[in-house]
């Protein structure tokens, strides 16, 4: 019996990871009579992150009434796994962009709903919540979750209020004596894949704020507005370090889930990779299929492909990589632990060519690849 075990991120803007690792097992199947497949869909911490762990594993989704993206009641979500001990939350399941449509405005965006997920997993008696970044419609620093969460700041009258994008510099006092006292002993990890600072030219604002609506004006606001709460943060509680690797992401909330909850940020796939206990999957498998849309040079930063084949290199197992496209040193890639490497835009088309094709040349190329299998 031939042992696979499938672990593909999504092919941005073409096919899932879902959808990848359907397509992948369908064809192992076709050609092997006899194998045994696992799937492990892998998402960055986005959108998708809590449907690809409950995938992956056992676990249920929970529906919670919280406050969407303007403080608005909505239906929410988040998973639990690991036989009930680990919750999995995405940020972008109560702020993220598609949730304010035509409505972008980073300036008045909340993720207070964020914190009243994690209040409600809590509830559930877990012992570990894995925060999922990315996809947002905010800029806050995090201070809306952490009101939730029990934080109070105080304005220039000495009134509490719950600060925004754009209120971030009127914070002026900062009380973390009231937060959840469950907290303290819940393990936080943050799933987190790019490095921007809080602030400046690579920060929050300046990278991501156009996307969720701001003009030059309402960016350059943002980012001082991020820079001086950082600075009330370094007076009121001692930290001083905005520009740790993601801390802008998701509008500052990589920076809020360290200050307030001093969560372990890493990159999503080896949060993916721990939770699911890869080295004892894969420890026995045959093959190691993983893939991404484009494996390149920042691929080599530890995105799905190159963490999968890092980890697989102690292992003794092949590592097949199916990609969209390839850039860059080929023997690099190599040397990190890839054996084999299928190309799906084989005719090297456009963006929006592939996006017409891609389920069609990923089935056609890997099916190629498999005839040449032992």
Do not use: W
Not at 61 to 89: L, N, R
Not at 199 to 217: L, S
Not at 232 to 249: C, M, S, V
């Amino acid at each position: 019996m031939k042992r696979f075990v499938i672990i593909p991120d999504s092919f941005k803007g073409t096919l899932s990871s879902i959808q990848v690792c359907d397509i992948l097992e369908k064809e192992i199947k076709t050609r092997f009579k006899n194998v045994e497949i696992k799937k492990i869909p892998v998402a960055d911490g986005g959108e998708g992150s809590v449907d690809a762990f409950l995938q992956a594993g056992e676990g249920k989704k929970v529906y919670q009434e919280v406050s969407g993206p303007y403080f608005e009641k909505m239906t929410s979500f988040y998973g639990i796994i690991d036989k009930g001990k680990t919750a999995v939350i995405e940020m972008a399941a109560c702020a993220g962009l598609p949730l304010v449509d035509n409505n972008k405005n980073p300036s008045k965006t909340t993720t207070f709903g964020f914190g009243e997920l994690i209040l409600h997993a809590m509830d559930q008696g877990v012992e570990k919540i894995i925060l999922g970044l990315g996809g947002s419609a905010t800029n806050d620093g995090g201070v809306g979750f952490a009101a939730a969460l029990g934080v109070k700041f105080y304005d220039n009258d000495n009134k509490i209020f719950i600060p925004v994008g754009g209120t971030l510099s009127k914070i002026k006092r900062i009380d973390v004596s009231h937060m959840d006292e469950r907290l303290k002993h819940i393990e936080f990890i943050t799933m987190c894949d790019i490095d921007n600072p809080l602030f400046g030219k690579e920060g929050a604002a300046y990278i991501f704020g156009p996307q969720k609506g701001a003009d030059q004006a309402m960016v350059e606001l943002l980012d001082e507005n991020l820079m001086n709460y950082s600075k009330t943060i370094e007076n009121e509680l001692g930290f001083n370090d905005p520009y740790f690797k993601g801390a802008g992401a998701a509008g500052g909330l990589g920076y809020g889930t360290k200050v307030f909850l001093n969560s372990k940020i890493q990159m999503g796939i080896e949060t993916v990779l721990d939770v699911m206990q890869f080295n004892e999957l894969a420890k026995d498998a045959d093959y190691i299929i993983t893939g991404e849309g484009s494996l390149d040079s920042q691929s080599l930063r530890g995105k799905v492909v190159i963490g999968v084949a890092r980890r697989s290199k102690s292992l003794n197992t092949k590592v097949i990589a199916v990609v969209g496209q390839v850039s860059g040193n080929l023997q690099k890639y190599l040397e990190e632990g890839i054996d084999q490497i299928v190309v799906t835009n084989y005719l090297n088309l456009s963006f929006e060519e592939v996006k017409k094709r891609a389920e069609k040349d990923m089935i056609y190329t890997f099916k190629e690849f498999l005839r040449g299998l032992e």
